[in-house]
């Protein structure tokens, strides 16, 4: 009777990544030469075989592409997928989604979280990667990578304009005449982006102007803070978001607030955009990058990469655009 790698793993108490490694013969396993004698020896004993679809494919990939992101409740997210998704099948790949959450409890759930997401894919014997995070077991596993939202050095890269989103949207909104401007988020980069294209006018933003809290209740988070900013002295007559989560929350929050928008609080939402996003009955001014394209521009390079493994690596920077949806107007000073 034979047994599964995950078995096997199990009875020799190690990862079941590097169990699949050993047996399909990859370079790279982390593991002495002694020890993959051992992997083998009791692979052998208990007739513990790689997948037959692994072995019956040339150099032990398959037609899976992996996708290793952080779970999100995002609408615009799920549309984003399924493009994703489409992109490869038209090139004959199908999509591995592997996720984690957000590291919110701690770090240490959050990289054994990233490491079973990781473990997913190297297991299936995936061909390629999409990542939204980079980790070092990228550079060990050595599979065609292209990371997604930030860059590395030796990797390809697709990269949203952070900092463009930022300039864009202080811009805008000191184009219509703002000057108190707040911003309310959950990371820090945007956060200090935000500040810098704020202090670049000559708009400096005091801390009590710069809301960053957890990105798993952006609704509650924005319900909590509008009401504590509209109480300042000098109130913000504009409030820029991270992404569109925060900026319905800041939506909603108003309502009950009886705030109008954008009549007496102007609102922009940085991020994604997506066809989801464009229909959404909240009409909210995105300074955002086209998410369909960014997601085309991965899949493209990720083709590239595994069809030529010796291209030279390369980051694209995608550009943010302003969609005009209604949401902002020139401050009421009254």
């Known amino acids: 009777m034979s047994v599964t790698i995950r078995e096997l793993a199990a009875q020799l108490g190690i990862s079941h990544s590097v169990v699949s490694s050993v047996l399909n013969n990859k370079k790279y396993c982390g593991v002495s030469e002694k020890r993959r004698r051992e992997i083998l020896d009791k692979a052998a004993e208990l007739n513990c075989q790689p997948h037959s679809q692994a072995r019956a494919l040339k150099n032990g ?14 609408t615009s997210y799920s549309s984003l997928m399924l493009s994703q998704q489409k992109l490869l099948a038209e090139h004959g790949y199908l999509s591995l989604f592997s996720f984690w959450q ?19 894919v190297f297991s299936n014997q995936a061909a390629g990667l999409i990542s939204w995070y980079y980790d070092d077991c990228l550079k060990r596993e050595n599979i065609p990578t292209v990371l997604f939202g930030s860059a590395h050095e030796g990797f390809d890269a697709v990269v949203p304009d952070f900092a463009g989103q930022a300039e864009l ?32 006018r000559g708009l400096l933003a005091g801390d009590e102007y710069l809301c960053v809290g ?8 924005a319900g909590e803070n509008l009401g504590r900013l509209l109480a300042l002295p000098e109130p913000p007559t504009a ?5 569109t989560e925060f900026a319905v929350g800041v939506f909603f929050a108003a309502q009950i607030l009886g705030v109008r928008i954008p009549e007496s609080l102007s609102l922009v939402s940085m991020g994604m955009s997506s066809s989801r996003s ?9 300074t955002g990058t ?45």
């Open 61 to 74: 990939r398959t037609n899976l592409v992996g996708v290793c992101m952080p779970a999100s409740s995002q």
């Open 102 to 120: 957000v590291p919110q409890i701690s770090p240490k759930i959050f990289r054994q979280e990233l490491k079973n997401a990781y473990d997913a």
């Open 169 to 200: 949207s202080v811009d805008y909104l000191t184009g219509l005449g703002h000057r108190r401007i707040a911003y309310m988020g959950f990371t820090c980069i945007q956060t200090d982006l935000v500040r810098a294209s704020l202090s670049a």
């Open 214 to 221: 957890h990105r798993h209740n952006p609704l509650h988070f």
């Open 239 to 243: 409030i820029i978001c991270h992404n």
């Open 278 to 286: 464009s229909s959404s009955p909240h009409k909210i001014t995105l």
């Open 290 to 334: 086209d998410g369909p394209e960014n997601i085309r521009l991965t899949v493209d390079r990720l083709i590239e990469r595994m069809q030529d493994p010796a291209l030279p690596t390369k980051t694209i920077l995608t550009p943010p655009r302003l969609v005009d949806r209604g949401s902002c107007a020139r401050p009421n000073m009254k």
